[in-house]
Structures are given as structure tokens and as C-alpha cells.
């Protein structure tokens, strides 16, 4: 046999293909779910880490798709990265939970998935619990240890999530049993002090109070707006939010705080048009101040 016909002779039916070809096989396996073809390129050396698109791997396709079949395929080989991270650095286990899907995420947690990797944004897979409002998975990634307080770029914490962006009375109660905290992250914002400013439902009103009944300082001013919830209530028009804030133990010294452009919350009621709360305010101005007149009547009456 001449050399030339040695290199253009056809391959044997039972050779193992070039692997770039067996990687192009895999991937197609990997987009249409094909567990048999899966299978035989991985046992014919194919890297199950091999990169599909968008810098995912099988791993995050089978996480994204919630396919279990694929996903036990992939931990049940050695070399496979539970955290390899795709082009927006997700790991498998943040695309599972980004996509709600608690079952590949609790199957990921138990081969031992970081439940603290951070994406480019610096969310967490628990942030993505928290978005999709999902109870039972934030219960297992609380349990696999993730950090209850790990803010993002952004300053949001998981709990952050649970109280203004989907309010989960259930999820934020459990993140701060859990241990979650008011003063993680939210240094722009208080958290208490955003709530107040959002609050325009009942639903709301309930999550500001769970917060204060938690042990948030609800005399707290903005760290650069020096305002207090009474400010915010007084912007916002709330009654029912006002109402509730004028009973809170001593709050009625909170209605003298000037914010930073020298306004108190009863200026700025009337600023706004609330007058409502502005007659409220003044009500509770003026017990304070009879309050006080008495006391001092007291301390200077002669004692028999």
C-alpha cells in the first residue's frame, strides 16, 4: 500500500471518530436531549465540561432545562464542575434556581454545588429563590448553608429581594429567623426606610410592620437624606402607613427631625398635598406638646 493511499483510506467502521466530531456530537446530543448519544460520546473521552453556547455547559442546559435524566447523566462522571460558570457567570445551580426549578437545584446542593457562587452582578443562587418566590427553595439553599446576607452589586440582599422587589412575607420571615439582617448591604438605602417608601398597599403596610416587629429602629433617618419614615409617609400620601407609624412608641420626637433640605415631615405633607396626614401629624405634634408642658408643670409643683 502506497503512503497516499494509507492517509485517504476510509476509517474503520470500528475506529473511534476524531473528537472535535465527537464533540459536535455531543453538543447536538446536549440540544436535543439525547441521553443514549450523551452517553457514548462521554465514554469515548468527550469532556462533559465542553462549553455548548454561551458558555454554558451541559450542566447548565440540563439545569435550565430541568432535565432530569441529563443532570444525573453529568453528576454521575467525575470530571464534571458543578460551579463552572457560563458567560454572565452563572453556575448550574443559580440557573436552576433563576428558572424555579427546586428539584435540580436540591439534586445540584447534594453533590455538593456552591450555594455562595456569585454571577457578574454578584447574585447568589438565593437571590434567585427570592425572585422567583419560591419557599421550599429558599429552604434548601438556607439549609446548604448560603449566606443569608450576601448583597450584590447593587446593595440587595436576599432578604432586600423578599421585602420590595417580590414581597414574600413568608420568605422574608424565614430569612430573618435565619439570621438575615436589616444592615447587610442597603448602605444607600435602609432597608426599613425604602419599605416605608414604597408602601402604598396593605400588603406592604404588612411587610413594613413584620420589619418592625423584627427590631427595626423605625426612629433610623437616610444616611444622606436625613429623613425618617414619618418623611416618607408624609411624600408617599399613605394614611394607613401614617396612622400606623404615629402609634409607635415615641415617635412623635421624630416629627421634629429636619431632612437635608430642612424639612419636617409636617412640611413636607403639606408640600405634597396630604393633608390628611398633615392634620394627623399636627395632632400628634400638639399631644406631644401638652405632654411636655405637663411634665415640666409637674417637675416645678410644690410637694407637700
Known sequence: MKIFDFYTSPPSPHSTPPLPLLNQKFIQAVIQSNIPQMTECLDLGVDPNLLIEDG???????????????????????????????????????????????????????????????????????????????????????????DVNCANVFDMTPLAVAVLDVPSISIAKYLMLKGASSEAGRKQFPLLLECAFICHTYKQLNMFKLLISNGMDHHQVHPIENRNCLHYAAITGYLPLAEYLIKLNNVERDLFVRDATGRTPMDLTLDHGNYLIFHLYKFAYLKRQIRDRDRSIHRYQPHE
Open 56 to 146: 454554558d455547559a451541559a450542566l447548565h442546559v440540563s439545569s435550565d432545562k430541568c432535565d432530569y435524566k441529563m443532570l444525573d447523566l453529568l453528576l454521575n462522571r467525575p470530571t464534571t464542575d458543578l460551579n463552572l460558570k457560563n458567560d454572565l457567570e452563572l453556575t448550574p445551580l443559580a440557573v436552576a434556581s433563576k428558572g424555579n426549578c427546586r428539584e435540580i437545584a436540591h439534586l445540584l446542593l447534594r453533590a455538593g454545588a456552591d450555594p455562595d457562587a456569585q454571577d457578574k452582578d454578584g447574585y447568589t443562587a438565593l437571590h434567585y429563590a427570592c425572585f422567583a418566590g419560591n419557599m421550599g427553595l429558599v429552604v434548601d439553599l438556607v439549609e446548604a448553608e448560603a
